[in-house]
């Protein structure tokens, strides 16, 4: 069994299917880059805040200056360009990675997922046989490969499925399915718009829109590996994409996963593809030129435990129980796409326990509107910036404080609740991997049968 498996990830398949990837990938990480320079992200997410929310088990990761942060997005664009036409990849590659991932980490508040593919998939490529065709590493050392292991087309088939199939899970659950929400919220707010806002303001149309969202995401993945129906949901693919990018700000998710959904095509796609272009029959790709190395049990364990890790990651809000869209423990990192919209209300109490003395404090004291609005809806961010307050209060030479939160959240239009404790004094409290006791359960209010509610 192990012997079988192993000459099937070692199949040799067409190295065109990667190269073109790693070209189109690498254009559209290049662009990302870019715009974050020119419409001046950079500032207003990384060095404006004077305090930037971090990921369980990275606290140490540090902000950068303004020039440190301006130097690396222009750096990181270059090496994006050298992935992308394949020059020095064996170092740009692993640079891009572990550059983007610290841009990640510097503030919580930043999560996309479409950030987190981006990231996954680079870390694939880095690590995969991308430059060996259609590369200028290739041409310098005038050797090229044809063919690669089957195995690279198989990991990345993986990723690219796990992110479809999860989302549509994410969807299995009666706000999207019974009652149309979020998408009920989102599309009132639409509804001024020429020819399809009278569409939005038909009240069925945010169930029916919900549904083809989840048959969508959870049976694409299907219909793309069956070769006779691959051209046409592909085309429904791009359909989809393009109309969820024009009606919602979800930045470069579209455009990734337009990108990645090629590597269901056949591996020859771009050699076919080319060869139409030119009115040619499809050339078949030199054989034995350069081969790239075979997978070897190293490889194949690796690559397991990655697919592994990828397939239990979205499953672990289930250790924790309650409802993750409320909770959030699982939340991140699991595919769950524009599942919920979730407004919030928080403001602090902070009290001096030797002295009575007692101070109330706005979030806007420390932080800037977009990471209010993302912490205000996020239990272990609302836990963070209570010990930033403690801090900043005993820098000031006031000991001995008591910080609780006043902290209300609205999930998919209902009534508002406490999504804290108000008893719990957060200074003293700790986040961490075990359920956090200290997060107000989910109170399963019934959701409002109003059509109109505004939209964030």
């Known amino acids: 069994m192990r012997e079988h498996l192993r000459e099937a990830l070692n199949r040799p398949v067409d190295i065109a299917w990667l190269a073109a990837f790693r070209i189109l990938f690498g254009l559209v990480m290049s662009v990302s880059m870019f715009r974050f320079i020119a419409y001046g992200w950079i500032d207003r997410f990384f060095v404006k805040p004077t305090f930037h929310f971090k990921y369980w088990g990275f606290a140490w990761v540090p902000a950068p200056s303004h020039t440190t942060a301006h130097v690396l997005f222009w750096v990181m664009a270059g090496l994006a360009a050298c992935i992308c036409v394949g020059a020095w990849f064996r170092v740009a590659a692993p640079l891009f990675v572990l550059g983007f991932a610290y841009i990640q980490l510097i503030d919580a508040t930043t999560y996309l997922n479409h950030y987190y593919l981006a990231l996954v998939l680079s870390a694939l490529l880095a690590v995969s046989p991308a430059h060996r065709a259609w590369s200028v590493d290739a041409w310098r050392r005038r050797s090229s490969s044809t063919h690669i292991p089957a195995g690279w087309l198989w990991l990345l088939r993986a990723q690219v499925g796990i992110v ?37 303001a038909w009240d069925p149309t945010a169930l029916l829109m919900s549904w083809a969202g989840f048959l969508f995401d959870a049976s694409i993945v299907i ?35 337009v990108l990645s959904a090629l590597v269901f095509f056949s591996p020859s796609w771009p050699r076919d593809l080319w060869a139409r272009l030119r009115r040619q029959s499809s050339p078949s790709p ?57 407004n919030g209300s928080v403001n602090y109490v902070v009290k001096q326990t030797s002295t009575g003395r007692q101070w109330e404090v706005s979030p806007r004291r420390y ?17 963070q910036l209570a010990h930033h307050i403690q801090r900043d209060f005993a820098a000031r030479g006031i000991e001995g404080l008591e910080v609780r939160a ?13 999504l804290v404790d108000p008893n719990v ?13 200290w997060i107000a359960p989910d109170p399963h209010l019934p959701l409002p049968r109003l059509r109109a509610i505004s939209a964030r």
């Open 425 to 437: 004094d957060l200074a003293k409290t700790h986040d961490g991997l075990a359920k956090a006791d």
């Open 223 to 257: 219909w793309m590996s069956w070769r006779r129906t691959r051209p046409f949901a592909y085309a429904i693919i791009i359909v989809f994409h393009i109309l969820t990018r024009v009606l919602f700000p979800i930045g470069m998710f579209p455009v990734i996963m």
């Open 406 to 418: 006043s902290a209300f959240a609205s999930l998919n239009g209902r009534p508002a609740a406490y």
């Open 367 to 383: 932080l800037n509107r977009i990471q209010e609005n993302e912490m205000s809806g996020q239990p272990d961010l609302i836990l």
């Open 286 to 342: 030199v054989a034995n030129v350069a081969t790239a190395p075979a997978w070897r049990s190293p490889t194949v364990t690796l690559a397991s435990l990655f697919v592994l890790f990828q397939l239990l990651m979205p499953l672990r809000h289930w250790l924790y129980g309650g409802n993750v869209l409320w909770d959030e423990q699982g939340m991140r990192f699991s595919w769950r796409v524009m599942v919920r919209e979730k």
């Open 164 to 200: 479809y199939t999860y989302a549509g899970l994410a969807k299995a659950q009666s706000d999207w399915l019974l009652e149309g929400q979020p998408l009920r919220i989102w599309l009132s707010s639409l509804t001024s718009l020429p020819l399809l806002g009278p569409l939005f």
